[in-house]
């Protein structure tokens, strides 16, 4: 095992700053050996010298070890993976992800102070860090239970508190 | 079994960034209000890990100008008539001296990754401790997955060259 060079303590030359550093050395991956196409074998469509070795699921072409990529259990060339990229189709491609647990825990907080409006904000704030946390178990994440508990928390409490402020108001109504 | 477990987080004015540890790679999430994008750092693509203590200069000024204002409050308030001024000028001003002079003689520490193609930054106010423990345990996962890396790619050039050195076999 190739040990990582350690520094105890260095300082930055540009800004002075102090840090710890482990410097890691990265193994250089080869470019990949393609076979050539020879008589008698399958051209790659993008590749004309290369050998196809695979042909796309989605859209039947043949492709060489470059065009291929494996993605989501399929072998798809590199057209037919963007294409899906960007319909939002390969859900290990996805980049992008809406945060509903962040969303639960700030309408729960503003629910707190607005407290007339909890009958509305609480339950929201419930609805959103359920499917924060269906999101996390889906996701696999672990770690962020204790925001999602707060959450829950102050989206019961704003609920409760929305209802009783939503009474006396009904009550204050009925006696005039 | 999670998937990914959260290593540290790193909030700014717009955005928050949470840094998971995932089997094979860094996970990084960087949320802009409720929307966020999702790239990882691969473990044997680490070039370095650094761990580094920072204090920021414009959030000094602006917490020591604050802690003066309400300082100044309650020097000017302070007497009979004033003391409900006093104790609201407090009530902002020691948690505001405590946050200035914290954060003026512990500074935050920030764990940083650096890959191939993007980076991690995560930054530990409180627990140091935990800001140590995160740069080993990245330092030391990156190691291990760079190992596994050269010697999967060891094997696979020694199979290529026995796969172009094998005779012919027979029609």
Request: overall charge positive; proline content about 3%.
């Amino acid at each position: 095992m190739q040990p990582a060079q350690l520094s105890a303590s260095s300082a930055c030359l540009e800004c002075g700053l102090n840090f710890e550093a482990a410097v890691l050395s990265p193994p250089v991956r080869p470019a990949p050996r393609q076979l050539q196409h020879s008589q008698g074998q399958v051209r790659c469509a993008r590749h004309a010298r290369n050998a196809a070795v695979a042909s796309c699921e989605r859209c039947g072409a043949f492709m060489c070890g470059l065009c291929r990529i494996d993605a989501d259990g399929k072998s798809i060339c590199a057209a037919c993976f963007e294409r899906l990229r960007a319909a939002g189709e390969l859900e290990s491609a996805s980049t992008r992800f809406r945060s509903f647990r962040t969303l639960g825990l700030h309408l729960g907080i503003l629910g707190i102070p607005l407290m007339a409006g909890g009958i509305l904000l609480g339950p929201a704030s419930i609805i959103a860090t359920v499917r924060g946390m269906r999101q996390d178990s889906k996701e696999g994440t672990a770690g962020e239970t204790f925001s999602a508990v707060l959450a829950l928390i102050l989206g019961t409490v704003s609920t409760v508190g929305g209802i009783v402020v939503c009474l006396a108001f009904a009550g204050a109504l009925g006696k005039k | 079994m999670a998937r990914r477990t959260l290593l540290g987080t790193k909030a700014g004015f717009s955005e928050r960034t949470r840094v998971y540890l995932a089997g094979d790679a860094i996970e990084v999430d960087d949320i802009e209000g409720y929307s966020g994008t999702r790239r990882r750092v691969l473990l044997d693509e680490v070039r370095v890990v650094t761990l580094d203590r920072r204090r920021s200069a414009a959030f000094l000024w602006i917490v020591g100008l604050l802690t003066l204002v309400f300082f100044f409050s309650i020097v000017l308030n302070f007497s009979e008539e004033g003391r409900f001024a006093v104790i609201f000028a407090a009530l902002f001003c020691v948690p505001l001296l405590a946050w200035f002079a914290f954060h003026a003689a512990l500074g935050i520490d920030h764990v940083t990754v650096f890959g191939k193609r993007s980076n991690a930054v995560m930054a530990f106010a409180l627990n140091k401790g935990k800001a140590r423990r995160t740069f080993m345990l990245l330092r030391d996962r990156a190691m291990l997955a760079q190992d596994e890396a050269r010697a999967r790619l060891a094997a696979e050039a020694e199979q290529a060259v026995e796969a172009v050195e094998a005779p012919p076999s027979a029609p």
